[in-house]
């Protein structure tokens, strides 16, 4: 039987949850939720789009006493219009609610807010100016990411930080044109460039920006360059063998793992003998010695056999 997302091992460790969370930004969502954790910010948590649940599960380990986390998805419930339905089709059939509060509950004793329908219906769920951190990973299509920005400009506090997903990916140009027309034109400032994210504020860029420089030149695991760009400055960061922050175990981590299925081995032939020669009859090989020797070798043979 084919294993589905409600039927597989639950998770022991943050790696077997399926998704997309680079070690690199799962680095870096450590460091700015650490950051503004240690600066006393407090404020709630949003993630837009959660799949099965991986990051989601990272950010509910910074959640404090007093804050709230919530998630929104469609859980393959009915999306807002044919584009996102068929996006949703072809992505994520797999993803079902239960699958995701399966995985959650492998590492929380408590799930977040869940919100299940469309991304539009964040801003009349989440106050305003209630969040410290936005991560937007929801449909790819232009519409949609547009609307999500926007909604995250209004949740955030001052100095929050929001995180785009798939900014730069050859299959979500959506995403590309969204949130670079929000650095030109809607007042987003980029902090940073990860492989596969943009983190940005609408604060001021530049304290965060000079705290990251010295945190990553410290690194060696960790290629760093600086850019100029339509007047922001730009810092791009590239992963060089970096490992993954420590994160603890689900809490099936002390259950065995099922024993690897083994394939049975085939006995082993013994090769087949070569075939014998046919033995030649008594009477004819007398003939051929008879026919081929020597008169006198065959005399000798004779006399031998009387005696």
Known sequence: MVATAETAPPPRRLDDVPGWFPVLDQTLFNWFLDRQE???MRG???EIGVYMGKSAIFLGRHLRDG???????????????DANRAES?????ALTRQAFEQNY????????????GPSSMVPDEVPPRSCRFVHVDGSHLYEHVHGDIGAAHDLLLPGGIVVLDDFRSEHTPGVSVAAWEAVLNRGLRPICLSTQKL???????EPVQEELLAMVEGREDCHLSVQQAAGHRIIRLKSKGMQAPPFPPSRH???PEPPAATIPTQPTRRPADPPKRPAIPRSRSRKLAADLLPPVVTRAIRKARNR
Do not use: N
């Open 44 to 46: 709630d948590l949003l």
């Open 67 to 81: 804050e709230g986390f919530t998630v929104c998805d469609l859980f393959g419930g009915e999306a807002p219009d």
């Open 253 to 255: 981590a002390d259950i």
């Open 38 to 40: 240690s600066a006393g």
């Open 199 to 205: 983190y940005g504020t609408w604060g001021d860029p």
């Open 89 to 93: 089709t072809k992505s994520y059939s």
């Open 105 to 116: 509950l492998s590492f929380h004793d408590a799930l977040p807010r869940v919100l299940q």
